[in-house]
């Protein structure tokens, strides 16, 4: 998920009631849950680097294990530092090493926990196993949760600025929310792959190798699935809760390209070897311009994204 949602639930979490277990409470818990993402760094590799590198060790079990350990270290020199310098402020509660620790771990472990639940994969075993595991429940940056953790965080802030016991009350409830809506949508996603499955071998009279439901932005009850055969066709079809699948405005991704060396495309362009170890659904788009060749590498989960290249590679092949 994107760092404002990370965010918005280590700070949700901290209004539920664990901002009053130590000092540096919310801070702790806001950092953790966005901790795992210092992988951010091989963005400013250039091209594609970054999909080899992104999601992997920092989100693995060392990084989960060691992550929390080096926060906490540092929150206690940070308010250590603040109080030899007379710049501690007097209303912060005393530190409680413990409870630190244990929140560095609850937000650390917030940020797989989100991550998995996009279609854009996570290696939760790295550096054990780079397999990627994919949730394909919620949109990337999904504003329903935005709303619901924001909201919780305003009115619990409002409430106990009012002196109210039951500020907790807010914080508690829209993350209980969230759970409730990220379970809907595993129900949606569950259903829309059963539907596209079942759909498929009615039409093509085969078995898929691969179904998809990918969440769209804002339309929840939406999903565009995602089919793929053993011959590298892939089909898009939308899908929309209580209706079901609408296979009369299905989508051909023209995918199956033969003779295409792979090898040679990863020997003459450093990016694609990334692009094909992360790709979930890879294709090629092979075209013919003033008698040169060139071979877009691509991931049908993200086909729309081609003109802009992010997540596709382009190279030439010569005549």
Do not use: C
């Amino acid at each position: 998920m994107d760092n404002f949602t990370h965010s918005l639930a280590g700070w949700a979490l901290s209004r539920a009631g664990l901002a009053k277990k130590t000092g540096l409470a919310t801070a702790t818990l806001v950092i953790a849950a966005n901790l795992p993402d210092i992988d951010a760094f091989a963005t400013l590799l250039g091209g594609h680097q970054h999909l080899a590198i992104r999601r992997g060790i920092t989100h693995g079990p060392i990084a989960i294990l060691m992550l929390p350990l080096l926060l906490t270290w540092a929150m206690i020199v940070f308010d250590g530092w603040q109080a030899q310098r007379d710049k501690r402020p007097a209303a912060r509660l005393p530190i409680h090493k413990g409870w630190l620790l244990g929140l560095a771990y609850i937000g650390t472990l917030s940020h797989p926990a989100l991550d998995y639940l996009n279609n854009y994969g996570i290696r939760l075993l790295e550096p054990f196993s780079s397999q990627w595991f994919y949730g394909d429940t919620l949109f990337i940056i999904d504003v329903w949760v935005w709303s619901a953790l924001a909201l919780g965080i305003w009115l619990s802030r409002r409430r106990e600025k009012a002196e109210q016991d039951n500020w907790r009350n807010p914080a508690i409830i829209s993350l209980a929310a969230v759970l409730v809506y990220i379970g809907t949508n595993g129900v949606i996603s569950n259903r829309a792959e059963n539907a596209g499955n079942t759909e498929y071998q009615r039409q093509k009279g085969e078995v898929p190798t691969i179904v998809i439901a990918n969440a769209v932005p804002v339309r929840f009850w939406y999903r565009d699935v995602l089919i793929g055969d053993a011959q590298g066709f892939y089909s898009e079809a939308p899908f929309q809760f209580g209706r079901g699948l609408d296979w009369n405005n299905v989508r051909q991704i023209n995918t199956h390209v033969p003779n295409v060396d792979y090898e040679l495309l990863k020997a003459k362009n450093p990016d694609v070897a990334p692009l094909l170890f992360w790709a979930r659904t890879p294709f090629a788009v092979v075209k013919e311009h003033d008698g040169k060749r060139s071979v877009t590498i691509g991931d049908a989960r993200f086909s729309s994204a081609l003109t802009a290249d992010r997540f596709a590679v382009t190279t030439e092949t010569g005549n």
